[in-house]
């Protein structure tokens, strides 16, 4: 059930490809089927960071058994890759990382 959530003040005008490929790479990151992977993706947003309206980006990564340990090196992974489909620097990118407990996500008519 891992979300991917970006939400970013810049215009990508080819938005199914991009979901696409950040499905891909969640289901490698986290080793879960494609199949239950979500991406949330919103551009062209009024966002300010450290002052100024240049590119950024706000992602958040939930999942259930989120591997809490590995955050560094999938923050690294993330951002490397939004660094170069958006073009957005990596210090420009905050990334908030959510383990959920099972019982507290709805599928299906039920939850997980």
């Known amino acids: 059930m891992p979300v991917l959530k ?3 003040n810049i215009q990508h005008e080819e938005k199914q490809q991009l979901m696409k490929e950040a499905t891909q790479l ?3 990151l986290l080793e879960k089927p494609e199949k239950f992977i979500m991406v949330h993706l919103e551009t062209n947003h009024h966002m300010m960071f450290g002052g100024n309206v240049s590119g ?3 992602a958040e990564l939930k ?3 989120l591997p809490v340990e590995k955050t560094k090196e999938l923050s690294e992974a993330l951002s490397r890759w ?3 489909k958006l073009d957005v620097p990596a210090d420009r990118i905050y990334i908030e990382f959510k383990d959920v407990e099972r019982h ?3 599928y299906n008519a039920g939850t997980f």
């Open 6 to 8: 970006i939400q970013t």
């Open 26 to 28: 969640v289901a490698e």
């Open 56 to 58: 950024l980006i706000y």
């Open 63 to 65: 999942s259930i058994g």
């Open 82 to 84: 939004l660094t170069k």
């Open 104 to 106: 507290l996500f709805g």
